[in-house]
C-alpha cells in the first residue's frame, strides 16, 4: 500500500505542473590567453577548452540544471550581454583528435583551412546537444555552451560577460517514471542537490519515506556462490550496513526481460525502488553474472573505432530507460537515449570459481578490518612515455591528481600534498641528451613491495599487460609482502587500455584482484582508454574521469571513499561533457563512460587517512584460554588492527594457539594477567605495548 501511495502522490504533483522556463545566470571575467606555438587559446576560469579536430578549440562551460519534477527539457535559448572585445587578432588552436592510450603512431596536426577561412563568427551556435538525464529521480537538463564569439579570417574575438541560459520544459512521461527512483537517502538526496547549479529546484520534489524494508546492499551471486558471503554479511552488519544475496537463477525464474542481463537490471531497479539499495556487487565474471556489452564509435585520425560489445557494468548501475530504447539489441547508441547518470554504486568480483572467491572476500574484509598503519597516505603516481611527437608523458597528467586543480576549466579536490607522502614514478626527458629515461617493471614492483595507500596509473596497457607487466608477472611471489601482513592489499586506478577486459580469460585486471596478494580492487578499462592529443595541460576523456573520482574521495564538502560511490561520481560529474562540441558524439568521453567499471567491493572503505578510532576489547577467558575465539573477549570478537586491547586477571589467561598471527592496536596487560604465546605463533601489535606492575 505504501508504494501505491508514493505513485499516487508523484503521478499528483506531476500532473498539476505546469510547463516553463528553467533559467541560470553565468558571469565569465577576465580570460586568459595562452600561446600554443603559432596558435593561441582562450579560456576562463570556469570553462573548458574543446573543438572539433580541425577546428577553433573554444571554452566551454557546463550546464547542469535541475528541472521542475514530472519535465523534461525542450529546448534551450541563451542570450549574451555585455560584449568585451579582446584587442589584438588571433588564430585559435584547432582541435585535435582523441586518442587511444595505447597509440603509439605521431600524428600531423590536423587544421580544417576552410572554417580557418570563414569571415563569419564561429561557431554558428552557442550551444551544445541539449539533453535530459535523471539522477536518484530528479530531471536534470544538461549541455554546454561558449561565452566566445570568433572570426577565424580577421582573427578577431569578442566574449559575453553576462550570459542567460534558458531551457523551455515540458511534461513528459518518463520524467514521471523517473519519480519512481526519488531515493529516501537524506544522503542521496545531498548528493543530487550538489550536482545542480540551482539547488534551489529541489525543494519542488517530494521527500520520499524510508520503506519498512529498507538495506543497503545487494549481492547478485551465481547459485554456487550463495552460501559464501556470511564473512562479508557479518562485516558490514557490525557497519550497520544490511547484505541481501540472490542468486542468478532465483532472479531468471521470477523476473521478466529478453534475457538474463535485463532481468537481473529489472530485479535490480525493483529492490533500488522498494528498498533503497545504495550497492550492488555482481559476484562473479560474465559466464556467472553476465555483463551487458555496449556500442560505441570514436572518430579519430581520419577513421572510426567501433565497438559494438564494450563490457559495461553502468548498465546495471542507471535506472532509467533501458539502454535500447530502439529496441533493435544494439545498447548503448546515441539514439538510445542511454542514461548517463548512474544511480547505484555498482562493482564487480571478477572471479570464476569458489577459491578466487574466498581469496577476493578475505582481501576485501581484511582491508578494511585488519589494515596495517602508517601506511594509509602514501599514494604511488605512476607515469608512463606516451608517444614521441608531440613528445607525450603520463606525469603531467598524473600531477594533476595532486591537491586542489582548475586545469581544463573544471574544478577537482585532489590528494593533499601537506598530508600525504606522494611518490612519483615517472618516465622523464634526460638532458642535454635528450633520450627518454623509462623506468623497469622491477623498480615499480619493488615500490609496491614497500607498501603504497593508492596506485594511479595511466600508461599503456592492453588486456594481458599493464604497468609493464604481463599476465606471468602476477603472481604472489611478486609482491610477497603486499600480503596484508606486512603491507596492506593495495587499489589501483589506471587508464591504460583494455586491462580490465573482464570478458576474456586472460584479463590481467581480474587476474590481479584475485590472487592471494596484491591488489584489492581497482578501477579498470574493458576497452580503450582516450586521450586528447595535443591538450595543454593534459587532459582527456579517461583524466576526467580520474580526476572526479578523487575529487569525490578528497572533496571538502561531501567526501566518500568508498570505491562504487567515488566510481559512481566520477561518471555523474563527467557527464555533462559527454555531448562537448568535439566529440562528435558518440565520442570518445561516452565511450569511457561506459568501458570504465570497477573490480572489487562497492562498498570498500578506501583508506585515505591513518584511523583515529579504536574500539576496545577487553579479555574476559568466558570459555577457555583462545586468544583466537571471539566468545573469550567482550564484545564477543576476536582482536584485530583496529582493536584496543586490554588483558585482565582471568581463570583462563590468554593464550595464542590456534592463529598462525594475532593482531592488535594497543595492547594493556593489567596486573595479575600474564599472555602466552606459543611457538609459531606471532602477536602484532600495532600500536604500543603497556604492562601494569
Not at 342 to 348: F, T
Not at 511 to 536: C, H, M, P, Q, T
Not at 621 to 643: E, H, R
Not at 656 to 669: E, G, K, N, P, R
Request: hydrophobic letters at 35%.
Amino acid at each position: 500500500m505504501r508504494k501505491v501511495k508514493i505513485l499516487l502522490i508523484f503521478l499528483g504533483i506531476t500532473s498539476n505542473l505546469l510547463a516553463g522556463t528553467v533559467e541560470k545566470v553565468y558571469f565569465f571575467n577576465t580570460c586568459k590567453i595562452a600561446a600554443r606555438g603559432i596558435y593561441n587559446t582562450v579560456n576562463f576560469a570556469n570553462t573548458m577548452l574543446s573543438g572539433i579536430p580541425g577546428e577553433p578549440v573554444l571554452p566551454y562551460h557546463e550546464i547542469v540544471l535541475l528541472l521542475p519534477p514530472g519535465e523534461s527539457a525542450v529546448s534551450i535559448k541563451i542570450t549574451g550581454e555585455d560584449e568585451t572585445v579582446i584587442p589584438g587578432s588571433f588564430s585559435l588552436f584547432p582541435g585535435q583528435y582523441a586518442r587511444p592510450t595505447n597509440d603509439t603512431v605521431s600524428h600531423a596536426l590536423v587544421r580544417n583551412l576552410a572554417v580557418y577561412q570563414q569571415n563569419a563568427i564561429y561557431p554558428s551556435q552557442a550551444e551544445g546537444k541539449l539533453i535530459t538525464q535523471y539522477l536518484n529521480g530528479y530531471a536534470f537538463a544538461l549541455s554546454t555552451f561558449t561565452p566566445l564569439r570568433y572570426n577565424p579570417a580577421s582573427g578577431k574575438i569578442s566574449y559575453y560577460r553576462k550570459m542567460t541560459v534558458s531551457i523551455t520544459t515540458a511534461h513528459s512521461a518518463s520524467s514521471v517514471t523517473a519519480l519512481k527512483n526519488l531515493s529516501s537517502s537524506p544522503g542521496i538526496r545531498e548528493k543530487a542537490c550538489s550536482f545542480a547549479q540551482n539547488p534551489e529546484m529541489m525543494q519542488q520534489y517530494p521527500v520520499r519515506e524510508s520503506p519498512a524494508t529498507a538495506y543497503q546492499y545487494l549481492v547478485i551471486s551465481p547459485t554456487v556462490f550463495k552460501t559464501e558471503f556470511q564473512p562479508l554479511i557479518n562485516m558490514y552488519a557490525a557497519k550497520g550496513i544490511s547484505v541481501k544475496v540472490v542468486t542468478t537463477d532465483s532472479i531468471s525464474g521470477v523476473m521478466i526481460g529478453n534475457d538474463l542481463q535485463e532481468k537481473i537490471r529489472n530485479f535490480i531497479k525493483g529492490e533500488y525502488q522498494s528498498s533503497s539499495i545504495q550497492y550492488v556487487l555482481l559476484a562473479g565474471n560474465p559466464a556467472l553474472v553476465p555483463s551487458r556489452g555496449f556500442y560505441c564509435q570514436v572518430y579519430s585520425g581520419g577513421g572510426y573505432y567501433t565497438e559494438t560489445g564494450i563490457p559495461a557494468d553502468l548498465y546495471y548501475s542507471g535506472m532509467d530507460g533501458t539502454y535500447d530504447a530502439n529496441a533493435n539489441l544494439i545498447y548503448g547508441e546515441v539514439a538510445d537515449t542511454s542514461d548517463l547518470l548512474p544511480d547505484i554504486a555498482v562493482a564487480r568480483f571478477t572471479v570464476n570459481d569458489t577459491a578466487g572467491l574466498h581469496r577476493l572476500l578475505h582481501k576485501t574484509i581484511w582491508y578494511q578490518t585488519n589494515p596495517v598503519l602508517g601506511e594509509m597516505n602514501q599514494p604511488l603516481l605512476v607515469g608512463e612515455y606516451l608517444w614521441a611527437n608531440p613528445l607525450t608523458f603520463g606525469g603531467p597528467f598524473m600531477d594533476l591528481l595532486i591537491n586542489n586543480q582548475n586545469a581544463r576549466g573544471y574544478y577537482t579536490h585532489g590528494i593533499p600534498s601537506a598530508s600525504n607522502s606522494i611518490e612519483k614514478l615517472y618516465d622523464t626527458l634526460i638532458s642535454p641528451t635528450m633520450t627518454v629515461w623509462q623506468w623497469t617493471k622491477s623498480t615499480l614492483m619493488a615500490k609496491l613491495n614497500q607498501g603504497k595507500s593508492f596506485i594511479h596509473h595511466l600508461g599503456h596497457a592492453n588486456e594481458s599487460y599493464m604497468l609493464r607487466l604481463s599476465f606471468s608477472d602476477i603472481i604472489n611471489e611478486n609482491f610477497p609482502l603486499v600480503n596484508g601482513v606486512d603491507h596492506n592489499y593495495e587499489i589501483i586506478y589506471t587508464q591504460g587500455c583494455d586491462d580490465g577486459a573482464f570478458d576474456v580469460s586472460y584479463c590481467i585486471a581480474a587476474k590481479a584482484v584475485s590472487i592471494d596478494n596484491f591488489l584489492v580492487a581497482g578501477v579498470f578499462n574493458s576497452r580503450y582508454g582516450w586521450f586528447d592529443e595535443g591538450s595543454s595541460p593534459p587532459e582527456g576523456p579517461s583524466e576526467h574521469l580520474e580526476r572526479e573520482f578523487v575529487s569525490a574521495m578528497y572533496t571538502d564538502t561531501l567526501p566518500d571513499t568508498h570505491l562504487g560511490e567515488a566510481h559512481r561520481i566520477s561518471k555523474v560529474k563527467t557527464a555533462p561533457w559527454v555531448t562537448l562540441p568535439g566529440e562528435w558524439e558518440p565520442g570518445a568521453q561516452r565511450w569511457c563512460h561506459y568501458d570504465c567499471n570497477a573490480f572489487g567491493d562497492p562498498a570498500l572503505q578506501i583508506w585515505t587517512a591513518e584511523p583515529t578510532n579504536f574500539s576496545t576489547v577487553m579479555w574476559t577467558g568466558a570459555t577457555d584460554n583462545d586468544w583466537g575465539k571471539a566468545s573469550n573477549w567482550n564484545p564477543p570478537v576476536v582482536p584485530a588492527s583496529l582493536n584496543d586491547v586490554i588483558l585482565s586477571a582471568s581463570s583462563n589467561n590468554p593464550v595464542i594457539s590456534t592463529l598462525t598471527v594475532s593482531f592488535c592496536h594497543d595492547l594493556l596487560i593489567q596486573s595479575g594477567c600474564t599472555l602466552k604465546i606459543n611457538p609459531g605463533k606471532t602477536l602484532i601489535v600495532r600500536g604500543t605495548t603497556t604492562l601494569e606492575p
